[in-house]
């Protein structure tokens, strides 16, 4: 007889993969092929270009039938803060809260879904219910284009796409794109006494960190969207590194740069003043890219989020998330996950119970919306 999971139970088993973002998640994706299989559920593993990582496409119902997709993503960030009171990686229960890496972000929507198959699986659906579940979210989307991509050789083409992000269970209809940009200067090193000798890696790189803080001040006189906090795409630089030691030229200096941009602009294009800048000693190279959301209030998506959470949406988050990409494919979708993204990328991350049951509820509720 096949296992089956509640979703507290569900949870436990996902927390205790470390499916950290950039790293292997075979050991979990070979978890939830098996448990899927034994509920003779049809499902396909799509190992990613990277050779260690999958993304997975499940199907209840008839894959010829535009249906809906119920989108995660198991990757997490990593756990290394001191602040943890135990294992991140062993789900523990403090009263009504489930704490442990990935909790909330996102493996308690994804454990919903998936302790709720079995019963969609048993429901007389029309149209399909996909579970879509990718890798590497955490580092700008990057798993989940390969599984889209993959997309219309598998199923119709959908009806919308629901991603569970936490959001307090409240349909979120936008949120900002993003972009982030790596920026690579090389040198000649040699002793600081003789900078004639050398080329200082550092002192390429500066020039077009300027043009980088001068494109984040311009944007805030740029184009605006009142749904946003705030409501100007923005730009920042996020890392910066190089050298050696003081007395030593510096022969490599490297930066990060991150742009996100409200709805209706790219965000690759907020980058193309500081690539412009970029002399021959520096390189740039877009390293994650994802596009805006922007779902209508009155699209038929919106509306069924609505009805099946009961609650009215809100215009938007700051946060990104795969939904952009969907969209972009051609496939409306809205966020609506369980929890609080505030706790999401810290020490003690959690879920409470009830958050947990109700994102199952919901999924019980799109199950019986489609079977009617």
Not at 87 to 101: A, C, S
Not at 186 to 192: C, I, L, T
Not at 338 to 347: E, L, N, T, V, Y
Request: aromatic fraction near 4%.
């Amino acid at each position: 007889m096949a296992d089956r999971y509640t979703p507290e139970q569900m949870l436990e088993r996902l927390v205790g993969f470390p499916t950290v973002v950039g790293q292997g998640n075979g050991a979990l994706m070979e978890f939830v092929s098996a448990y899927l299989t034994g509920h003779g559920i049809p499902h396909h593993l799509l190992l990613g270009p990277e050779g260690d990582r999958y993304n997975l496409l499940a199907t209840i119902g008839d894959p010829a039938v535009p249906g809906y997709i119920l989108s995660g993503h198991v990757d997490v960030v990593p756990a290394g803060e001191p602040e943890w009171l135990a294992d991140p990686f062993t789900l523990r229960r403090d009263g009504d809260r489930l704490i442990g890496r990935g909790a909330c972000d996102m493996k308690g929507y994804v454990a919903a879904v998936l302790a709720m198959a079995p019963d969609l699986a048993a429901m007389p659906l029309s149209p399909p219910i996909h579970i879509a579940l990718s890798y590497d979210e955490e580092a700008g989307c990057k798993g989940v284009p390969h599984l889209i991509a993959a997309l219309p050789d598998l199923i119709a083409a959908p009806l919308g796409c629901f991603v569970g992000e936490p959001s307090g269970m409240t349909p979120v209809l936008a949120h900002k794109g993003k972009a982030a940009l790596r920026l690579t200067a090389k040198g000649v090193s040699g002793h600081s006494s003789r900078p004639d000798l050398g080329a200082n890696a550092i002192h390429a790189l500066l020039p077009v960190l300027l043009a980088a803080a001068k494109q984040a001040d311009a944007l805030k006189s740029g184009p605006s969207d009142d749904r946003f906090a705030p409501p100007y795409s923005s730009l920042q630089i996020g890392t910066v590194a190089g050298g050696q030691a003081v007395n030593i030229i510096p022969d490599h200096a490297s930066a990060q740069i991150e742009a996100r941009a409200i709805a209706g602009v790219d965000p690759e294009t907020l980058l193309a003043p500081i690539i412009a800048s970029c002399t021959p000693e520096v390189t740039a190279e877009i390293i994650s890219s994802y596009p805006a959301l922007a779902l209508a209030p009155e699209a038929p998506l919106a509306k069924l989020a609505e009805h099946l959470s009961g609650n009215s949406s809100i215009g938007a988050v700051s946060y990104g998330t795969e939904a952009g990409l969907f969209q972009q494919a051609g496939i409306p979708s809205v966020i609506c996950g369980p929890g609080d993204i505030s706790r999401a990328h810290k020490p003690e991350e959690y879920l409470t119970t009830h958050e947990l049951d109700a994102a199952a509820q919901m999924v019980l509720a799109l199950g019986r919306h489609l079977s009617a």
